[in-house]
């Protein structure tokens, strides 16, 4: 036997060995708990943790199961690494964080030690950084616990409410990376979706944006507000508007493919924030009269009020930002890519300046529909 071919048997030898090993080593998916959701409150002096976990059996016992196929443990502890170790004590099983969906932090940890509660995520080997975040507007637990009209996984639903949410401008769907992103820039805050449970049944909806200043929520939007917000920062794919005309009363429209452009302006020593919003319009609704019975004047009044109303919410979403001393826009990005010198003589005090701050938005839309059936030349 060759000396090459003895080297090829030995290494895959040492191949199969290794491999063998490695499997010896991992724990099966039946002895885990598999975590899809967790909830973070604080209870007295202590961190209380309310986890979702998959029950592996029901889900592999029929086809097409039907109900809530999860149960909701809590463990309390110092710190949230600790009542994760105490949970894991508690139950059974060994806690698999690998198809977590979902964190959910309480108002009360968010309002007074959110950046304490992150620390966590920066260091634990459980973290993942595709986990979606939000706060509830009061306990944690309430959330994770809510049924979701008896879904299969209700923090599943959660997540598809906060992503279905961000597509039509309601609500904002984040990420545990783009959390950790906002939190290490030097002068860009936070801003996280706010949930609530509804008070007729147990089942959750959208509260608004919350924004951060110093590491703490300060304010949670309004649904305008919420609209403007996520407008400006291009994160809607189809929304709707609606706005009053003297002549045609309650006019509804659908903005389609909006596009924003942001960028900073340095007039006189002020810094200007600008704007430019540019999008697709449909006549969705009119109350007085009929769609297709338009003419040009009044198709270009409902495209001009379209946009005074895109403008508006615009500028109420800047303004609860600034009144908030919230840099949830990143204007100071946008002054380090503008004028790094500026950029470097504020950063270090920016909640200062940051009020004084001058604000233009100039929204262009194109009426390209007016139903669903008729295109516009």
Known sequence: MSLLKSFKIIACVAAIAVMLTGCMNTVHLKDQLVVEGMGIDTKGEEVNLTVQTLKLGAAAGDETPQGNRTYNTEGSGKSIMDA???????????????????IVFSREIAETDFAEKLDYFLRSQNSRIDVAVCVSDTMAKDIIESEENDSGVPCENMVYLLKNGQDS????????????NM??????????????????NNNIQVKGIGLFSDDKLVYVTSDDETMGFLLMN??????????????????GVKITSPKAKKHIEIVDGNINFVVEIKAKLMIDEIEN??????????????????DDEINRICTQAFTACKD???????????????????????????????PAVHFSVNADSNLKNISDNTQLG
């Not at 401008?169 to 959390?179: A, M, P, R």
């Not at 290490?184 to 996280?192: A, Q, V």
């Open 324 to 354: 908030n001393k919230s840099d949830a826009l990143r204007i100071g990005e946008y002054l380090a890519k503008y004028s790094p010198k500026s950029y470097d003589k504020l950063a270090d005090d920016w909640d200062t300046y940051l």
């Open 84 to 102: 994760v170790s105490g949970l894991s004590k508690s139950v059974s099983k060994k806690l698999f964080f690998g198809q977590n969906k979902i």
């Open 169 to 180: 401008g309601v609500i904002t769907y984040i990420t545990v990376n783009e959390l950790l």
């Open 183 to 200: 939190y290490s820039d030097k002068t860009s805050d936070i801003y996280l979706p706010v949930v609530e449970k509804k008070k007729d």
């Open 289 to 306: 009269g009929i769609v297709t019975s338009l003419d040009k004047e009044k198709l270009s009044r409902i495209c001009s009020k379209a």
């Open 234 to 251: 291009n994160k809607v794919k189809t929304c709707t508007i609606e706005f009053e005309d003297d002549e045609l009363g309650k006019v």
